[in-house]
């Protein structure tokens, strides 16, 4: 499986929670116990068990653009294999 991370723009976030809803990994929460300069609770990923996959749905759902994605690079499958001898 995939793994990835997310890096969510607290300060740009409205805590509209569409990220948190639409995550297949339920990663994402809204902050309880912070409020950014605006006054909303913004969106956090927390994610222990690197359950992550990057698959980007939390940044496609955002309204705000908040969430960066980065995934991990998979090897490519000429690179797994051995060279042929000549």
Known sequence: ???GTIFIDTE????CT?????CPQR???MAADQL?????RPA???DPEARCTGCAVCALVC???CI???REARPCKEAIHEPRAS
């Open 12 to 15: 740009r976030c409205k805590g």
């Open 27 to 29: 990663v994402i929460v």
């Open 36 to 40: 950014n300069r605006k006054g909303y």
């Open 44 to 46: 956090q990923l927390i």
């Open 1 to 3: 499986m995939a793994k």
């Open 18 to 22: 569409l990220c948190a809803l639409n």
């Open 63 to 65: 309204p705000d653009v």
């Open 68 to 70: 960066t994605v980065y």
